[in-house]
T-cell receptor
Framework: GQQLNQSPQSMFIQEGEDVSMNCTSS?????WLWYKQDPGEGPVLLIA?????ELTSNGRLTAQFGITRKDSFLNISASIPSDVGIYFC?????????????FGKGTKLSVKP | EAQVTQNPRYLITVTGKKLTVTCSQN?????MSWYRQDPGLGLRQIYY???????DKGDVPEGYKVSRKEKRNFPLILESPSPNQTSLYFC???????????FGSGTRLTVV
């Protein structure tokens, strides 16, 4: 099946630092979503993007829908210990079924106090 | 409280013994889906449903069955489980095709 390339795989940062991660696809997507998963829980939706070029913020999180429709990035500013977790990008292929949401392999974020 | 409820949370079973993982949502969502999560592979979609009696295969449907007889329920059936189906399973639902999925808390399945 189709895959999203998410990078980096893992990050170890100091509290207070900014974080950036991204996702790319070989095909055009019409929706990009960013999720966070805490240990022992299901993923929780952070930000949803529906339009090429769209830039959306949710508190310290900012995400953008790439202008080519083939990529997206997520930034976290001034990281804090509770930002620890796995972050996933997800997208819907432009030509695919609306129910078919594809996930990247995740970026594991560790924050040192 | 709006939620997606899966049961059981943990299950250990033997190869070949049929099992069902239940999933229920109380948000009147149209879309429901099952994913499996494996280390290094992320979340992979097994099946999804756009409405009652309408289902379609995801990326890894082999060895699984689903049914959507009622809007709120979307059980995952493993007719003859094998060890390679040992995984963490998530059920999810979405109001409409334009929205992201809301996930349940997961079912950790071990097949020995």
């Amino acid at each position: 099946g189709q895959q999203l390339n998410q990078s980096p795989q893992s990050m170890f940062i100091q509290e207070g630092e900014d974080v950036s991660m991204n996702c790319t696809s070989s095909s055009i997507f019409n929706t990009w979503l960013w999720y966070k998963q805490d240990p022992g829980e299901g993923p929780v939706l952070l930000i949803a993007l529906y339009k090429a070029g769209e830039l959306t913020s949710n508190g310290r999180l900012t995400a953008q829908f790439g202008i080519t429709r083939k990529d997206s990035f997520l930034n976290i500013s001034a990281s804090i210990p509770s930002d620890v977790g796995i972050y996933f990008c997800a997208g819907r292929n432009y030509g695919g079924s609306q129910g078919n949401l594809i996930f990247g392999k995740g970026t594991k974020l560790s924050v040192k106090p | 409280e709006a939620q997606v409820t899966q049961n059981p949370r943990y299950l250990i079973t033997v190869t070949g013994k049929k099992l069902t993982v239940t999933c229920s949502q109380n948000m009147n969502h149209e879309y429901m889906s099952w994913y499996r999560q494996d280390p290094g592979l992320g979340l992979r979609q097994i099946y999804y449903s756009m409405n009652v009696e309408v289902t379609d295969k995801g990326d890894v449907p082999e060895g699984y069955k689903v049914s959507r007889k009622e809007k709120r329920n979307f059980p995952l059936i493993l007719e003859s489980p094998s060890p390679n189906q040992t995984s963490l399973y998530f059920c999810a639902s979405s109001l409409d095709r334009g929205f992201g999925y809301t996930f349940g808390s997961g079912t950790r399945l071990t097949v020995v």
